[in-house]
């Protein structure tokens, strides 16, 4: 981001979203200041972040969380990871911000105000888990490229704001239509106008879906910046790229979206499992949709000493996509046996579930604990690195840990 310009150009309403309070004497800043508290290169401090994230890469932004840092039952923005694929948008004026829908399958293209979407339906607030297609990435042997994600990008954050479905039935959809495409306010790395960082979307039933959301709001506050505001599509179990952040414009296609990052080896894998390095071709690639199962034990922080004969109580989160969790276990001998884990219900649908377990150790000396969670259909975390593909997605090995006993 360049400071100057971004000041320069921004309006107060995005100011006062980065400094989550409101710009007094807004008005009376000259022209081309820099307040103090964006003279800030920091990244923490600009996004807001705890230091100890991980910042992959700043430019575009992307920073993981670790995994006791993900300890909340509802992510609070500091610990959430950010994934941008361009620059944050600069200009970003609440009052004049429009929704469009458009597209061949839309019945009258119609544009909303944030007010309208405000005002005129109905709110709803839900817990959605949203993970980058690409966590667990740096696992992968050959190794892919891109930011090579460990296991921090996935968060679970309450957002709120209106039905993607209340929206698209107010606009009318044809009977041909298959898919919603988003297109977003962010700028390409190029600063070529015409072209998008992404542009993705999802089929029309998960558009409908009542968890799909047109969101103004995440855990009671408006959209933090770096997370898409003043709005974002949250397509909870979904790769979070579905997720649209800094929306302005929903296309209602009558084919399946072909904006940037639908093609090619973005967000997409072989359909059958090929050998590691395979060439595969184009036809033979599926869109990846929902998220496979999947946990995290966030307590205790891998590496902790444990006094001998106390028993340790380790918690997590469980998640699955579309699906429940229905089972969680865990070993502490390398998988060769498994004890089950207590497992809560989601708070709502798509949203990650708490485990937790009490568990001792024979005597002194260093394990791992390695938690494993099964999903409604009775599927199960590969305890290894599951099948490999071009872009390094959808790695959901069984979390690991170490603990030493003393
Ligand atoms: N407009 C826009 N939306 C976007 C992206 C982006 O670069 N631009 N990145 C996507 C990807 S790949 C992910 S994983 C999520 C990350 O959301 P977060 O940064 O709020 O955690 O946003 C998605 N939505
Ligand atoms: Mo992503």
Known sequence: MKRRSFVAKSGLGSLAALLGVEVVYGELMPKDYTPVAFQETDPFKLFEKDEAMVVLNDRPWNM????????????????????????????????SWKLTIDGESVVSPKSYSLEDLKSKFQHH?????????????????????????TIGAVSCAEWTGVRLKDILNDVGVKEDAVYIGYHAADVHLSRNPNKEPISRGAPIAKAMQEETLLAFAMNGKPIPLAHGFPLRLVAGGWPASVSGKWLNRISIRNIVHDGEKMGGSSYRVPCETVAPGETVKDE?????????????????????????????????????????????EYSIDYGTSWKSANLEKPKNRLAWQHFDASVSFPKKGYYEIWARATDSNGKKQPMVLPGWNPKGYLNNACHRIAVKII
């Not at 839900?126 to 994600?149: I, V």
């Not at 205790?300 to 969680?328: C, F, N, Q, Y």
């Open 64 to 95: 993981e969380a670790q995994a006791h840092l993900l300890n909340d039952r509802i992510t609070p923005n500091k610990f959430m990871f950010i994934r941008n694929n361009g620059l944050i948008p600069e200009d970003i004026d609440e009052k």
């Open 125 to 149: 607030t839900y817990q959605l888990t949203l993970e980058c297609g690409g966590n667990g990435r740096s696992e992968f042997n050959p190794p892919a490229k891109g930011n090579q994600w």
């Open 284 to 328: 033979d690639m599926c869109i990846i949709e929902s998220m496979p199962v999947k946990s995290l034990i966030t307590h205790p922080k891998s590496g902790a000493l444990i006094d001998e004969g106390k028993t340790l109580k380790i918690r997590g989160h469980a998640w699955a996509g579309e699906l429940e969790v229905s089972h969680m």
